[in-house]
């Protein structure tokens, strides 16, 4: 097994990696791994290299390999890193469907705060860390107490993972445009003629709300899919097992 794999398993599994020959390292992979989160969060995705993070702490980049055997162990602790926030999303008390409400917002959130997680987590060629682990562990708990069969938990959860990853991303394109009013009065403006063809979107942007309220859609999409859960763990129960 090379060293690379190595570093991942133990990442993964969260186990601290045996000390290496040579002197006393004087920093720490999840110092290294913050700082590189820092300059993601300053200046984007694109400018962690592994001579930008070396430069970042104080050190060379060869020492850096000392730490990370590439780029991808720093990118995998920096994922998981980013994700390190208590698992607390309500009081065992409340139904399981507003604990994975605040679930899924705090999930958006992590996204929201580190605008190049969703990038880092596409390309990741590594197993999910300790963190992640907790978080996707929380969430399949909560969908346990649904009612739906254990193959069907999982495919809830990735429904969930997908609406936060898919409204990141429209998060992502909006935040990139000078103005999301504006892009929406252009369009309106352009399909003023087109109406005929387009007649559901005209009405959509002549609401005036088409982007007024981005947590309301999430909200919204949200609502939706755990309504399609309850009702699907509901006829499950309700449909007698086949002899």
Same mark, same amino acid.
């Given at each position: 097994m090379t060293a690379t794999k190595d !570093?991942?398993?133990n990442h993964a @599994?969260? %186990?601290k990696s045996s000390a290496s020959r040579g002197p006393k390292p004087s920093l720490t992979p999840s110092e290294i791994a913050r700082?590189?989160?820092?300059?993601?969060?300053e200046k984007g995705f694109q400018a962690v290299t592994m001579q930008s993070v070396a430069q970042r702490v104080g050190v060379t980049t060869m020492a @850096?390999? %000392?730490y990370f055997p590439g780029k991808s162990d720093l990118l995998a602790l920096m994922i998981d890193s980013a994700s390190d926030a *208590? $698992?607390?999303f309500g009081r065992s008390a409340s139904s399981w469907k507003t604990r994975l409400k605040t679930w899924a917002r705090q999930c958006l959130a992590m996204y929201r705060n580190h605008p190049w997680f969703l990038q880092a987590t596409s390309i990741r060629s590594t197993q999910m860390g300790p963190n992640e682990l907790t978080w996707m562990e929380a969430a399949l708990a909560m969908l346990s107490e649904s009612g739906l069969k254990s193959k069907d938990q999982h495919h809830a959860f990735l429904s969930l993972i997908g609406h936060v990853r898919g409204h990141a991303t429209f998060q992502q394109i909006a935040s990139q445009r000078e103005s999301a009013h504006s892009w929406t009065h252009d369009l309106a403006q352009l399909l003023k003629s087109e109406a005929h063809r387009y *007649? $559901? @979107?005209v009405q959509a942007l002549d609401s005036g709300r088409f982007f007024d309220d981005?947590?309301?859609a999430f909200d919204f999409g949200l609502d939706c899919i755990l309504e399609g859960i309850s009702i699907l763990? %509901?006829?499950?129960? !309700?449909?007698?097992?086949? %002899?």
């Amino acid at each position: 097994m090379t060293a690379t794999k190595d !570093a991942n398993s133990n990442h993964a @599994l969260g %186990r601290k990696s045996s000390a290496s020959r040579g002197p006393k390292p004087s920093l720490t992979p999840s110092e290294i791994a913050r700082a590189a989160i820092q300059l993601a969060d300053e200046k984007g995705f694109q400018a962690v290299t592994m001579q930008s993070v070396a430069q970042r702490v104080g050190v060379t980049t060869m020492a @850096l390999y %000392r730490y990370f055997p590439g780029k991808s162990d720093l990118l995998a602790l920096m994922i998981d890193s980013a994700s390190d926030a *208590p $698992a607390n999303f309500g009081r065992s008390a409340s139904s399981w469907k507003t604990r994975l409400k605040t679930w899924a917002r705090q999930c958006l959130a992590m996204y929201r705060n580190h605008p190049w997680f969703l990038q880092a987590t596409s390309i990741r060629s590594t197993q999910m860390g300790p963190n992640e682990l907790t978080w996707m562990e929380a969430a399949l708990a909560m969908l346990s107490e649904s009612g739906l069969k254990s193959k069907d938990q999982h495919h809830a959860f990735l429904s969930l993972i997908g609406h936060v990853r898919g409204h990141a991303t429209f998060q992502q394109i909006a935040s990139q445009r000078e103005s999301a009013h504006s892009w929406t009065h252009d369009l309106a403006q352009l399909l003023k003629s087109e109406a005929h063809r387009y *007649p $559901a @979107l005209v009405q959509a942007l002549d609401s005036g709300r088409f982007f007024d309220d981005p947590d309301g859609a999430f909200d919204f999409g949200l609502d939706c899919i755990l309504e399609g859960i309850s009702i699907l763990a %509901r006829q499950h129960k !309700a449909t007698p097992p086949r %002899r």
